[in-house]
Every structure is written in C-alpha cells, then in structure tokens.
C-alpha cells in the first residue's frame, strides 16, 4: 500500500507507461488496485475470526507489434518498478505473435464517465461487523427446531481501481462491497439433520438487509428442510427458487463469453440472433445501475459500458466482447472487458439479470400435479460446450399445485438450450446480487431418484 508521500495511482501509472515507451514497447497499459477488507466470524455466540487486510498490486501490460507481455508487482519502489518494465518488454520480444491483440483506438475510448454511487464513504468499525454477526446468527438459532449452528460471516471491503494506457486514456474509481451470511443445521441424529443458509450483499453497508432478517431465514430454510424424501425418476415441471435460478443467468453469461465463442467452446455459438428463450424474456445487462454490485464507469480497456438488452423478446442479440475476442470474430467490442494486475484483458458480465414476468410464484405452482421445487443445487455438472446439465439437488415436492414435502438425494438433469426454450420467468425479481432471476419455471426436466 502506498505511503502518505507516495505520488497518486494515477501519477504513479503515467510514469510507468512512460518508463515502458521509453524502454522500447509500442504501446502500454498499466492497471493498480489497492484493496482493504475487514471480515469476522462467529460461531454459537464466540467470535472465532476477525481479519484485517490491505494488499496492494500494479500490473503492466507491453506491446511489441503484436507480441504482448504482462507482468505485475506489490513492490512500488523505484527500483522495483523499473525491474517491472525491463521484465516486461523483455518478455515481449520473445513470446509467440497474437494477432488479436492490442489496444483501444483513442476514438473508442470513453470520455466521460456515469455517476454509478458504488463507493460507500463510511468504514465500519469491527465493533459493527461483529454485531451484525452475533445478531444474525442469534436469529437462527432462536427459529424452533435449529439445533446447531455452521456460524455468521460479515465482511466489508473497498478497492480502489486505476488504469492508464499510451492510448490516452486515464481513469481512477473506488468500489465497496458488503455482505452477512448465517448457516445454521436443523434436527439431530434420530430425525435427521439439514443445513440450510442465508447471505445479503450490497455495496452500502446500510442497505444489507438487517441480520435478523438474514438469520431468521437461515433459521426457517434449516427447518423446513426436516423429512427429506427420495421420489421415483420422473419427468415433470421444475421450479426454481431465485437463489438457485441465478446459476442458470450465470450458465448464459458464460455461453455469450466472447472468449469462448471465438473458441468455438460455447453451446451457444450459432445462436446469435436466434430464438434462445421463449417470446418476451429479456435479460439485461447494466453497468451504470445505481449502487449495482457489478457497476463500473467503463470497462478494464477503457470503452464506455452502456445498459443492453442480451435477449430481447427470447431472442440473443449480442456476445460479451473486449477488444481481442472482438476482433478475432470481425466485430466491435461491447465494453465488457475485465482485467486484474497479471493477466490479459477478458469479458465479464455487470448487473445481468432477467426481467420479471407476469405470474407471481403460487400461480407458477399453481397449475402442477407433480413437480418439483428447487431451493439447492451441488456439483458443477454443466457443460459449457453441449449444455448438457446433471446436478444434484433438494427441495420440496410440488402436489396439486401446493408445496407437499421437503425433497433431498435427487439429480435434475436436461440440456441448457432445451431449458432456456421452456422457461417461464415469475414476477418476484430483486436485484440483490449483481447476477440476478425472478423464480423460474422449466417444464419437461428429468428429476432422477431411487
């Protein structure tokens, strides 16, 4: 972490460019992120962890006709830097050409930048995280039936973000983050025992929803989960929870990744400009939404970020494109470009989420004689380059239409073009996470039991 005399990341950046230009690269970028986080733990009422750290790191990036080198460092001294910059223009005459990379063009870059609000000015104090925990988890373990408890997290953290390329462009932003988590296990060892949990997230610290709240919903999930069932194989409608629906929005921001795309490793690959989601889904992509988790003011190469439509009316409209996968597929980048101190630029969503449909989630359930309502999902059993999807999963099992008992030991399988053709996207969206779905309905799954 810098001094109090050390010169501004945005000062310290220009100069490392410089130093790099003048050592022999054609072309230059530099990266710093410095970052503060305090976290604390908690488990049955003792406080068992509480960290503190700041880290602090610069990357460089050289180009050499269409040889590129990265290279990065926590050391900001004189001698350090210039060792940066030899290490990297020497490692840049000698690695294989890409023909793709490079810099943005100055008339792609951004030249002004949203009021985004993704900085929370206050610190908490530890004091405060460490009430937030003991609060949280009290509410769990005070719901009826709680019987042990997996402990409460809180966390706070803020860095801060600067870049400067030999392309003209400079920008230096701060970003915050908050969160709570509680887990708690219900039961004991003659009825069985579940686990169960909750999280809040936000960029201010006043907006996490309150610990109690966090706890308590922890708490009751635990509970109802008590009695799980195996059910028979069956194909029948799936209803997923939001918090297990979010996965499905992350399956799709990985199969628009212009990176893989241009791969050729992407289940979705020849489907831009086709029907992907049923007439009237749209997912949406937004960088400048206010306090958003996932908000930036441009992307990690320095294009303005706008608000898009990724699907509209079920349609895919767009990849995820930062300059180098843009190129390699004959198109413009669309701002998506994320980076760190010691890699290559690549694409990322920011806030994605679907929008809400029509039907709150009763009427979605309303209308099913055997079903199945998700809560969890285990496993990473996606593939991202057939769709094939097999997870494991518990819930409750849906019976004329109501919720009838808690479902565990259970594999929902299908593939993620079929499950994005038959969704139906419920009216309970909320924006709390930075990937974000309303409940979601997919009929036509195999849910795998005894």
Not at 104 to 121: C, N, R, Y
Not at 315 to 323: F, N
Not at 361 to 383: C, K, R, S, W
Request: proline share 6%.
């Amino acid at each position: 972490m810098p001094g109090p005399s050390s010169p501004s990341p945005l000062d310290l950046l220009v100069d490392l460019v410089a130093r790099a230009r003048k050592a022999g690269a054609e072309a230059a970028d530099a990266v710093l992120i410095d970052s503060t986080s305090l976290s604390v733990g908690m488990r049955l009422g003792q406080l068992e962890r509480l960290e503190r750290a700041e880290a602090g790191d610069v990357g460089l990036r050289v180009l050499l006709g269409r040889r590129q080198a990265f290279v990065s460092s926590s050391d900001r001294s004189t001698a350090a830097l210039a060792e940066l910059v030899d290490r990297a223009v020497a490692m840049a005459r000698i690695v294989p050409e890409d023909p793709h990379c490079g810099l943005a063009e100055p008339g792609q870059l951004a030249t002004s930048f949203p009021e985004i609000d993704v900085s929370d000015p206050a610190e908490p104090t530890a004091e405060t995280l460490i009430d937030m925990v003991r609060r949280g988890e009290d509410a769990a373990r005070a719901v009826d039936g709680v019987t042990n408890s997996e402990g409460a997290e809180a966390g706070w953290g803020r860095s801060g973000i600067a870049i400067v390329a030999s392309n003209g462009f400079s920008h230096a932003y701060s970003v915050t983050s908050s969160s709570l988590s509680v887990s708690v296990l219900a039961g004991d060892a003659v009825r069985g025992m579940e686990r169960d949990y909750d999280y809040a997230s936000a960029v201010y610290l006043a907006d996490l929803r309150r610990p109690e709240d966090v706890g308590h919903e922890a708490g009751r999930r635990a509970v109802h989960r008590l009695g799980g069932r195996k059910i028979s194989t069956r194909q029948v409608p799936v209803v997923l929870d939001p918090r297990v629906a979010r996965g499905l929005l992350s399956s799709l921001a990985g199969a628009i990744n212009g990176a893989g795309v241009a791969r050729g490793t992407s289940f979705l690959k020849d489907r831009l400009g086709r029907q992907v989601f049923p007439k009237g889904v749209r997912v949406i992509d937004d960088p400048h939404r206010a306090r958003g988790l996932r908000s930036r003011p441009c992307d990690g190469e320095g294009l303005p970020t706008r608000r898009r439509a990724i699907v509209e009316d079920g349609i895919l409209t767009t990849w995820l494109l930062d300059l180098r996968s843009a190129r390699q597929l004959g198109l413009d980048s669309t701002g998506h470009a994320s980076r760190g101190t010691g890699s290559p630029p690549s694409p990322s969503a920011s806030n994605f989420y679907m929008e809400a449909g029509a039907v709150t989630p009763a009427e979605m359930i309303h209308d099913i004689p055997d079903g199945f309502y998700v809560t969890e999902l285990f496993g990473q059993g996606v593939n991202g380059v057939t769709g094939d999807y097999s997870r494991g999963a518990a819930g409750f099992w849906i019976s004329g239409g109501e919720i009838a008992f808690p479902v565990s030991e259970v594999t929902v399988a299908g593939n993620l073009k079929d499950m994005f053709l038959n969704l139906t996207p419920a009216s309970d969206l909320d924006l709390r996470h930075g990937i974000d779905s309303p409940t979601l309905r997919i009929d036509g799954l195999t849910v795998a039991g005894r």
